[in-house]
């Protein structure tokens, strides 16, 4: 696994629709979200408002990520 380096990002949900990524937990992220990477944790955000948050390998594993920066 690469490591996930400090920044923002494009999160998508690798889910194919909102009840599966809801299943997950992933249902507040779902479709896609802002994720801000720092010290080893992924905060999600849409328009400045904070979505969920999880461990920086979690998120690298479970959600696409482009960086943004």
């Known amino acids: 696994m690469k490591a996930l380096h400090d920044g923002r990002y494009k999160a998508t949900c690798k889910e194919r629709n ?3 990524a809801a299943m997950n937990g992933h249902g507040l992220v779902f479709p896609e979200a802002s994720c801000t990477v720092s ?3 992924a905060v999600f955000d849409r328009d400045g408002v904070e979505l ?3 461990n920086a390998a ?3 594993v479970h959600f696409k990520l482009e960086r943004i920066d």
């Open 52 to 54: 969920w948050r999880c």
């Open 58 to 60: 979690y998120a690298e």
């Open 39 to 41: 010290k080893g944790q």
């Open 18 to 20: 909102a009840l599966a």
